[in-house]
């Protein structure tokens, strides 16, 4: 059974780092005195400073409302270590199911926003909602980072990234071309 | 030196299979008589069919004009055997190179834009704008893809993520949960 995981504060303006890659990532809510989580793979960093991050939420799910109403969620990475959490969160609704209880996760208190982090997460990012223009139209909500949190080690955690199919592709090595980067673009 | 890879038509509103894990693309343009390549890491799925795709293109590259103006591109897939002519390209602009000849790039004719093809990737999707709304914002271009091509084998290409710092995560192991998924979120 996963752990909570120790995070330190990490600046918001950075959180490129994680989402970039492209990994799947678990979303929690709370609206009306519950709390709610769904995982995602449509989202998409924006802007560095403020810290931008795009999100399509299909009004399908449940969460779809509570964020919009709340204005809120958190943005929580998970590990391989919380695959079939990850799967299992996507194949159930929020409508029906406390999802922290019925897959044994921690809600932890964020401290910007009152969805909660999830503390077996290696990584949580507290999002207040900035732009609602395109939610209408394709259910694209616009997040501002505000507060983030990361665990330390290992620095670079193995994420989950999918494919369609029920099949997900896991990060792998890590390479630097660092010497052939223009210092601007670093 | 990398050489043209051989692709077959693939369904647009399959896409997702190769840019929801979140890859480094190589963007190619045309427009007034010149083409252009930028390498670009935010980009997101929106919707399978129209096969939506959003991507940021800042207004500090030269592609972000072209790509307004002529209002298409060429989403390409590399994979690590462009490793360096993904880093060249994203660090010169295509102001004063013609980066397919600066990188030994083949420009393929696409069948439904006026952008070339890049032979050497793995898969590319020929896109046309089908949403401005945001681009004065923030930059974000809405693009529905209506023609794609995809390298039959390998079945899962080694591609880049980026991470920032000059430093990529590489596509790892492939897993697959299929039987814990309800048949309708496959």
Redesign the interface.
């Known amino acids: 059974m996963p752990k909570p995981v120790r995070k330190e504060v990490f600046p918001p303006a950075?959180v490129?780092?994680?989402l970039?890659?492209?990994?799947i990532v678990l979303v929690s809510s709370h609206w009306q005195g519950r709390d709610n989580i769904m995982t995602l793979?449509?989202?998409?960093?924006?802007?560095f400073s403020p810290s931008?991050l795009?999100c399509?939420i299909s009004r399908g799910n449940h969460s779809h409302r509570m964020i919009r109403e709340s204005g809120e969620c958190v943005v929580n990475l998970p590990t391989?270590r919380l695959?079939?959490e990850v799967?299992?969160i996507?194949?159930c609704s929020g409508a029906g199911t406390d999802k922290f209880a019925a897959f044994g996760l921690t809600a932890e208190p964020a401290s910007e926003v009152r969805a909660p982090l999830i503390g077996e997460c290696h990584a949580s990012f507290e999002c207040r909602l900035h732009?609602d223009?395109?939610v209408g139209?394709?259910d694209?909500f616009?997040f501002e980072v505000v507060k983030a949190h990361v665990a330390p080690s290992p620095r670079?955690p193995e994420t989950l990234?999918?494919?369609?199919?029920?099949?997900?592709?896991?990060?792998?090595?890590?390479?630097?071309?660092?010497?052939?980067?223009?210092p601007e673009?670093?």
């Open positions: 950075r490129r780092r994680y970039e890659p492209g990994p793979g449509w989202h998409m960093i924006m802007e931008l795009a399509m391989t695959t079939d799967v299992g996507g194949n732009d223009a395109l139209k394709y694209l616009v670079h990234h999918y494919t369609g199919d029920g099949v997900f592709m896991v990060s792998g090595r890590i390479i630097s071309r660092r010497p052939l980067f223009r673009m670093l």
